[in-house]
């Protein structure tokens, strides 16, 4: 299996490969680089598509608690792995915390950056109101296991309900190490917020969002879109917060359009 070791990590990848466009998508919180199956599979006859597992997720999680790290630290290691590829550029797609150190890799490296493909995701930190209820939840996770309620709770944020893949990501939950679970939570809720520095990230952004995302409501998403100087917005009906993985045929028609706009 393919790693990359990057900053102190062993960062797991794969490569679609090729002399073609180069799309690097990075996940969301608790999920890993096979949320983006629907994406690499419509674009990767045409496009080089790279998908990996960050920090303290999927098979780049490790037995030993990680150090303390942060969504700049992720951003670096994202350099790093187009560094370790041979690439000097990429479109960044990320959805949720994979769009938040997609941002940061944007303020940090510009000269890594062609343009940002931003799903479900923001600019601001999380929610306070949200995180004393995921706080309790990760506790209980961690210290119980990952009870049938709070695993349903998790799907019906992410995934939506009634999704008919949600078992197998709640499967791949439970097989969580609590100390990974605490730094990825950590991380998460530590986050600063780049809404100001938005202004500066000169390239073209596309903003796509499910209106019925539960953990970044629209309007985090009309700031973001709003804040980019060269954004544009879809919106996808019924969507939640992993609508490219619910929802893949809308929004894998918005990034084709958005892509062939770029070519």
């Given at each position: 299996?393919?790693y990359?070791p990057?900053?102190?990590?062993?960062?797991?990848y794969?490569?679609?490969?090729g002399?073609?466009p180069?799309?690097?998508?990075?996940h969301?919180?608790l999920?890993d680089?096979?949320?983006?199956?629907p994406q690499?599979?419509?674009?990767s006859?045409r496009?080089?598509c790279?998908?990996?597992?960050?920090r303290?997720h999927?098979?780049?999680?490790?037995?030993?608690?990680?150090?303390?790290?942060?969504?700049y630290?992720?951003?670096?290691?994202?350099?790093?792995?187009?560094?370790h590829l041979g690439?000097d550029?990429?479109?960044?797609a990320g959805m949720?915390?994979?769009?938040?150190?997609?941002l940061r890799?944007?303020?940090?490296h510009?000269?890594?950056v062609r343009?940002?493909?931003l799903?479900?995701?923001?600019?601001g930190?999380?929610?306070p109101?949200n995180?004393a209820?995921?706080?309790q939840?990760?506790e209980?996770w961690?210290?119980?296991g990952?009870l049938?309620?709070?695993?349903?709770?998790?799907?019906?944020?992410?995934?939506g309900?009634?999704?008919?893949?949600?078992?197998?990501?709640q499967?791949?939950?439970?097989?969580?190490?609590?100390?990974?679970?605490?730094?990825?939570?950590?991380t998460?809720?530590s986050r600063?917020d780049?809404?100001?520095r938005?202004?500066?990230?000169d390239y073209?952004?596309?903003?796509?969002?499910?209106?019925?995302?539960?953990a970044?409501?629209?309007?985090?998403?009309?700031?973001?879109t709003s804040?980019?100087p060269?954004?544009e917005?879809?919106?996808?009906?019924?969507?939640?917060?992993?609508?490219?993985?619910?929802?893949?045929e809308?929004?894998?028609?918005?990034?084709?359009?958005?892509?062939?706009?770029?070519?």
């Amino acid at each position: 299996m393919p790693y990359a070791p990057v900053n102190g990590q062993n960062l797991y990848y794969e490569d679609s490969g090729g002399d073609k466009p180069v799309l690097v998508f990075s996940h969301g919180l608790l999920m890993d680089q096979e949320m983006f199956a629907p994406q690499v599979e419509a674009l990767s006859d045409r496009y080089r598509c790279i998908v990996w597992d960050e920090r303290a997720h999927g098979r780049t999680a490790t037995d030993e608690a990680p150090a303390p790290f942060d969504y700049y630290d992720s951003a670096d290691d994202l350099a790093g792995l187009l560094d370790h590829l041979g690439i000097d550029r990429a479109i960044l797609a990320g959805m949720s915390q994979g769009g938040f150190l997609s941002l940061r890799c944007a303020l940090t490296h510009p000269e890594r950056v062609r343009a940002l493909i931003l799903l479900d995701t923001q600019a601001g930190q999380e929610n306070p109101d949200n995180v004393a209820g995921y706080r309790q939840m990760v506790e209980i996770w961690a210290s119980q296991g990952l009870l049938d309620e709070i695993a349903d709770t998790i799907a019906g944020i992410i995934l939506g309900a009634g999704w008919s893949g949600t078992a197998t990501w709640q499967a791949k939950w439970r097989g969580w190490q609590a100390h990974n679970l605490a730094a990825a939570f950590e991380t998460l809720t530590s986050r600063d917020d780049v809404t100001d520095r938005l202004r500066t990230i000169d390239y073209p952004a596309l903003v796509v969002h499910g209106d019925a995302d539960m953990a970044i409501p629209m309007e985090r998403a009309d700031q973001l879109t709003s804040g980019l100087p060269h954004a544009e917005q879809v919106v996808i009906p019924g969507g939640g917060h992993a609508a490219n993985l619910t929802h893949p045929e809308p929004v894998n028609a918005a990034i084709e359009r958005f892509l062939a706009r770029l070519a």
